[in-house]
């Protein structure tokens, strides 16, 4: 079966820096996506995609705004110590936003750094800016079940990109 909308699509990726080669993400385990604008993997790759089959193979380099967008020097602040739990430690991830916005417009900020009373927060994508080259393998294609289309995304239990 060839790659189509409304197709579950399973593959293999390996995610690489395209400028330093650094392998950043592997998955051997397949993870699965409906294909077909479900928003379920990047757009270019799922174009890049369209009409494989099981075990073809593709390489797609990502631009930052194709991928996790440009790095936003914005979104790096620095707060006082006195606003975070005791147990602060680099790495930990808290869910903020601007004074001035609703509910719907947190981001997900991860500490990055503790010198004396101050903490760096970043609520950038860790791998914003970055170029990327996705990589992947098809393992399997099938038809997606009609609660699978009117949910818009894979229901056998199997990851899903983001």
Do not use: W
């Amino acid at each position: 079966m060839k790659i189509t909308k409304d197709a579950v699509v399973s593959l293999r990726y390996t995610l690489v820096d395209a400028n330093t080669n650094e392998i950043l993400e592997t998955m051997e385990e397949p993870i699965s996506y409906l294909h077909g604008g479900y928003d379920g993997i990047f757009p270019l790759v799922e174009e890049a995609l369209q009409g494989k089959s099981t075990g073809d193979t593709c390489s797609v380099t990502l631009q930052p705004d194709d991928a996790f967008g440009e790095y936003d020097h914005d979104l790096v602040e620095e707060e006082n110590i006195s606003s975070f739990p005791k147990d602060i430690a680099v790495g930990m991830q808290f869910e903020g936003g601007p004074e001035d916005s609703d509910d719907e417009d947190f981001i997900l900020y991860t500490v990055v750094s503790i010198d004396g009373e101050n903490v760096t927060v970043d609520g950038n994508h860790p791998l914003s800016g970055k170029t990327l080259t996705f990589n992947c393998t098809v393992t399997g294609v099938r038809t997606a079940t009609a609660e699978e289309l009117a949910h818009g995304h894979v229901h056998d239990g199997e990851e899903t990109l983001h």
